[in-house]
């Protein structure tokens, strides 16, 4: 049955270059055989007598951010020159052009090099370009962050995102546990990083309250 409706679909197809399309008589016998190509190529791969064959969702790992984009838990200016920055390289990453939402963010800091958001949102987009893992490139932008400004809470909150989102639970676990230990009680970002540090140690089979270790040196804190 599935030979009748790929023949009708062919002389729909004939007929539709020649008549409508209103093709020269020249290159009528051409056409014809691309199409003939097409239906050989059907007759020698195609299988239509199989049966359908479902293939189960798989489902994605843990992750423990949304959005990098998604409000900032509060943290980076919403206006000025490091947010004009930040939207143009957001923008890019959206769109897959992590490279040049990283540049992007390089020329923001040859104008404006002491500003801690643009050195959070230059690790953001390392660490999004090479491929969501906490780079020594990324590592070092959010070390550059945090010696702008050690009291800022961005650079080991996104650091430990990163770090998380890598794979590296324990080390993103140390990271994060500093940065809740120094966070006011009304801090606006101090419930979604309970929130996170919860579900991060319950990936790792710990207590709610298990004991930290001491972060690696090289991580912002």
């Known amino acids: 049955m599935i030979w009748l409706w790929v023949l009708l679909a062919a002389l729909l197809t004939i007929g539709g ?7 020269p008589a020249a290159a ?6 691309a199409v003939m ?22 489902e994605e790992p ?8 998604d409000q900032r838990q509060g943290m980076s200016e919403r206006f000025g020159p490091a947010a004009q920055w930040l939207g143009m390289s957001d923008g890019f990453a959206r769109t897959g052009k992590t490279e040049l939402a990283a540049k992007t963010l390089e020329k923001g800091l040859e104008r404006y090099p002491d500003n ?30 945090a010696k702008r400004d050690p009291t ?7 650091a430990g995102l990163a770090l998380a989102q890598g794979g590296d639970l324990k080390g993103a676990e140390a990271v994060w546990s ?8 009304d801090a606006p970002w101090r419930p979604d990083l309970e929130m996170r540090l919860a579900r991060l140690r319950d990936a790792r089979g710990l207590p ?10 090289d991580v912002p804190n």
């Open 17 to 23: 270059i020649f008549w409508l399309g209103k093709l």
């Open 28 to 33: 009528r016998p051409l056409a014809g055989a």
């Open 37 to 58: 190509l097409g239906l050989a190529g059907y007759a020698l791969q195609g299988h239509p007598s199989l049966p359908g064959k479902p293939v189960a969702t798989i």
């Open 62 to 69: 843990e992750n423990f951010g949304k959005a990098l984009t």
């Open 116 to 145: 801690v958001d643009l050195w959070v949102g230059l690790g953001n987009a390392l660490a999004q370009h090479g491929g969501g893992t906490m780079s020594p490139a990324a590592a070092l932008a959010f070390d550059e962050a």
């Open 152 to 158: 800022h809470p961005a650079p080991p909150f996104f």
């Open 178 to 185: 500093q940065l809740l230990a120094r966070s006011p009680a």
């Open 208 to 217: 709610a309250e298990a004991p930290v270790d001491v972060p690696p040196a």
